[in-house]
């Protein structure tokens, strides 16, 4: 699906983590390499403690590295100043099994709060591009509504409209079924595959929930500290294949 002549997303190289553990230290994540690409959606499974979330954190710059490199669009997170890792943090969009909304602000200022970091927004525009996401994952008659006032399908649609609300190039998901039904965990992973092919962001989505694994482009096994991909023939989603078989615009326009 990738072209080799893009940038990854996201690059890992021979990444290493450990925690201390009484006396000694346990390390969970055995040199991994991996590169998730724009446009493809990669589940990444394995069994409780494997390091799958641990793994979510380092590339979201949760966790300060250790040993060995994360690169986002090309640019090292390794040994960057807090300054450059809230720049780099901020073309990423986070989903989480327990949504953290902040309760005492509705679902549009929720949803908002990306971007009073974006110097270049008002009041005004920032609830504009609110209204404008949440309508579009289905919200239009709770945009003023709290969380408390919500089921956990609407909150998690309002965690999806807020981390997307940025138009960021990769967002990172935490079991966002986990909290959810069969029927709601099925709306909303085809809500994240749905937008993800639109605006052309890598998802990397960490799960235990084998009903999801068809919306994967890409299915890695995460265990002993190791990634492996397994002999498991994926058919990309038709939009993820529209979107890596159509034109450029620069092909198209002719440059």
Known sequence: MSDPAATPAISVRDLHYAFDEGTGRKEVLHGINVDFWPGEIVI???????GKSTLLKL?????????????????????VSQTRLVE??????????????????????NVQMPLSFDARETAHSSRARAVAILEHVGLSEHIDKKPAKLSGGQ???VAIARALVTHPRIILADEPTASLDSKTGREVVDLIQALACESRCA???VTHDPRIL?????????????????DIALTPSPAAQALFSAPTEAASSGK
């Not at 990444?44 to 494997?50: F, K, T």
């Not at 002993?224 to 991909?229: M, P, R, V």
């Open 203 to 205: 998802i990397v989505l």
């Open 214 to 230: 068809d919306v994967a482009d890409r299915l890695i096994h995460l265990e002993d500290g190791l990634l492996k991909e397994p």
């Open 155 to 157: 909150k998690q649609r």
């Open 59 to 79: 590339i979201g710059g949760q966790r300060s590295l250790q040993c060995g490199s994360i690169r986002i669009d090309g640019h090292e997170l390794a040994g």
């Open 44 to 50: 990444i499974m394995g069994p409780s403690g494997s």
């Open 88 to 109: 780099l943090r901020r073309r990423m969009g986070f989903i989480f099994q327990s949504h953290h909304l902040l309760a005492a602000l509705t679902a549009c200022q």
